[in-house]
């Protein structure tokens, strides 16, 4: 079965602790991507990457980190310096390929709740 | 500034009907917009999309215009079911080499039996 697996699907958070949310997908696609989404807006993209090790951040990337250290796996770090981490967070991948027009393809989403 | 919008308030429409869905946005050129189904407490899913010059594109009930000059793309569901039911995210592509898309916020739609 293809696709994009996301751990947990629930995970809670206590005051100053780092938490980390898995990504794995076996499609063989070049990028990989975390959004955050909260209700009533659209998805905001937090980091990013186009090939192992090397990422990008997205438009809210502070108090979050991320590694590509191989092409399948791309986990969230959400650290205690992000303040409002209450969120689902999704993850998504893409083959980066001319005749595959950026369509991206998306995890089950982690929801992530501060204790 | 760049913007992209999508209906903030729900759509609620009786089954059978046909539901139209607005994407708009400002200060964008995208060379692609793909429109996307998310259930609750799921990922995204993709539907289908459009290129910049193509007007209209049909798959199965779905179907989608793209205007460039209004700077709009309608979604359209037709015979419409309760299975429908769903939030209906529209992203703009510009074809940059990221792979970068750029989300609305999405529409709910309610298909009433």
């Known amino acids: 079965d293809g696709g994009i697996t996301q751990s947990p699907k629930y995970l809670f958070r206590k005051e100053g602790q780092n938490v980390t949310l898995s990504c794995e997908q076996n499609?063989?696609?070049?990028?990989m991507y975390w959004y955050r989404q909260d209700p009533g807006q659209g998805l905001r993209l937090i980091y990013y990457?186009?090939?192992?090790?090397?990422?990008q951040k997205g438009d809210i990337a502070e108090g979050y980190s991320v590694s590509r250290e191989k092409k399948e796996s791309f986990p969230l770090t959400v650290t205690s310096a992000q303040k409002n981490p209450t969120a689902f967070y999704l993850c998504a991948s893409s083959p980066l390929a001319v005749l595959a027009k950026n369509i991206q393809y998306f995890g089950a989403g982690t929801r992530l709740s501060v204790l | 500034s760049q913007k992209i919008e999508q209906n903030s308030e729900a759509l609620n429409i009786q089954e059978g009907k046909t539901a139209t869905l607005t994407c708009n946005y400002t200060n964008y050129s995208p060379a692609y917009l793909q429109w996307y189904r998310q259930d609750p407490g799921r990922g995204p899913v993709f539907l289908l999309l459009?290129?910049?010059?193509?007007k209209e594109k049909r798959k199965e009930r779905l179907k989608v215009t793209f205007d460039t000059t209004l700077k709009q793309s309608l979604f359209h569901i037709t015979a419409s079911q309760p299975a429908d039911s769903a939030t209906y995210l529209c992203?703009?592509?510009?074809?940059?080499?990221?792979?970068?898309?750029?989300f609305g916020q999405g529409t709910t739609l309610q298909v009433k039996p």
């Open positions: 992203a703009l592509d510009m074809l940059s080499n990221t792979g970068k898309l750029i």
């Open positions: 459009i290129r910049e010059n193509e």
């Open positions: 990457s186009q090939i192992v090790n090397d990422f």
């Open positions: 499609l063989n696609h070049d990028a």
